[in-house]
């Protein structure tokens, strides 16, 4: 449904050339949810630019619902961007325009008859909760409210593909769930492609089946949310299951432990314990449920003098994932 080739964009800034995409290659499968995570200037808001064509790639292709857009003449690109609606952080709410206007405005541009507009506004401002909220005005919606306005305008000519661009940074913890749980449902029940612009791990955990960490213009890990998990090396198993510092005692090995699937319900520690006559000491933990598994990452250090190799051969028979971090 969206297939990103060997996307580069190259700005001159004077005699000096600064790349914001440097390669970038992504498969979104259709009726997913896919994440794009990483920190500020990472290229996220770049990347979202190429694939509407706001900004044209130097470089490589675009591909939504079959049609390639990078290398596409204007009147084509107006017709290819009918299939994609977007999502901005804080709404982009026309300020003079009621939510209903607001969700118009984009039916109104294509000239759609004006009792089909009616009719169509108020069929998705009820698909996103917002019946009796026609003629209300942006700076009389709360945060949240906004946004569903913002989605509904994005769904107005039945897109194929959702473009959400840090949908919900700006609003507090219960809204950012009302909002996702939204996205959720729309994605299900109108079988969208949705790709998700993120710097919070915990919306990726929340929604996404899949997940991209764009560093530096390059995406540097890629795939579904289960698999990027049980990577124990991973940077992307690591934002996903963070430890918390943990100070180890002055001797002893210190291991840092996946658990994933079945093994994240087994008695590894225990068994330890009983098999080598030792003592573990827990230093920090984090367990989540991920794609509907299971996953668990402990930190955990053996008493001076304890056989390491031995217990880093019984966790590997035992199909937990471990190495040595001290």
Avoid: W
């Avoid at 992307?236 to 658990?259: M, N, Q, R, Y």
Wanted: proline residues 4%.
């Amino acid at each position: 449904m969206i297939t990103i080739s060997d996307l580069r964009k190259v700005y001159r800034q004077g005699d000096r050339e600064v790349i914001a995409l440097d390669g970038v290659s992504l498969q979104v499968p259709k009726g997913s949810i896919h994440g794009i995570i990483g920190h500020s200037g990472a290229g996220k808001s770049t990347l979202v630019r190429c694939l509407t064509l706001l900004d044209r790639p130097t470089s490589g292709t675009v591909s939504i619902v079959g049609a390639e857009l990078a290398g596409a003449k204007n009147s084509e690109l107006r017709t290819a961007r009918r299939r994609i609606g977007m999502v901005f952080q804080h709404g982009n709410l026309l300020d003079s325009r009621t939510a209903a206007g607001n969700v118009a405005h984009p039916l109104e541009l294509v000239r759609t008859p004006k009792s089909r507009t009616a009719e169509r506004v108020a069929e998705l401002l009820s698909l996103v909760g917002l019946e009796g909220a026609e003629n209300a005005y942006p700076s009389q919606l709360s945060g949240g409210q906004r946004q569903r306005v913002g989605i509904a305008r994005a769904l107005a000519a039945d897109p194929h593909v959702l473009l959400c661009d840090e949908p919900t940074s700006a609003l507090d913890p219960k809204t950012t769930e009302e909002i996702l749980v939204l996205i959720e449902d729309l994605t299900r029940r109108l079988q969208l492609t949705v790709l998700l612009i993120t710097h919070e791990m915990g919306v990726v955990k929340r929604i996404c089946d899949s997940v991209s960490l764009l560093s530096h213009g390059k995406i540097v890990q890629s795939g579904p949310l289960g698999e990027v998990a049980a990577d124990l090396d991973g940077a992307l198993s690591k934002a996903l299951l963070p430890l918390p510092a943990g100070a180890p005692a002055a001797d002893g090995t210190v291991l840092e432990i996946l658990f994933s699937g079945g093994s994240a319900s087994e008695p590894v520690l225990s068994g330890i314990t009983r098999r080598f006559d030792m003592d573990v000491n827990v230093l920090a933990g984090s367990v989540e449920t991920l794609a509907g598994s299971e996953f668990g990452r402990l930190r955990v250090q053996l008493e001076p003098g304890a056989d390491a190799a031995g217990v880093l051969n019984y966790l590997r028979q035992n199909r937990v994932a471990v190495e040595v971090a001290q």
